[in-house]
């Protein structure tokens, strides 16, 4: 278990991210060794599950509405740490009008 961006960076651990955060993922962390494969989470899984990344950046969100995503991060005997790698800021309006 990695307990840092950093030491995954310092260990040039590869990083399986999702394709649609990419460009702002490099913007983040530049030195660390992402791969972006096609197809989404489940690209990343397979991309994962043949030995090209060691590290998935997924959300723990998807762990609240989805037990099949949880069940494959279970089964690729993965698990979800503290580390932020990317937030996605949202605003609501604070009136119908706006």
Do not use: Y
């Not at 991309?47 to 998807?62: M, N, P, Q, T």
């Amino acid at each position: 278990t990695f307990t840092s961006m950093d030491s995954v960076i310092d260990k040039n651990i590869p990083i399986c991210g999702h394709q649609a955060l990419e460009k702002d993922i490099r913007l983040i962390w530049p030195k660390a060794n992402w791969l972006f494969p096609s197809g989404g989470f489940d690209g990343m899984f397979e991309a994962h599950a043949r030995g090209d990344c060691k590290v998935l950046a997924i959300g723990r969100e998807h762990a609240f509405v989805d037990t099949d995503f949880v069940a494959r991060v279970c089964k690729a005997g993965l698990v979800f740490t503290e580390v932020l790698i990317h937030e996605n800021p949202i605003a609501f309006p604070i009136r119908p009008q706006l």
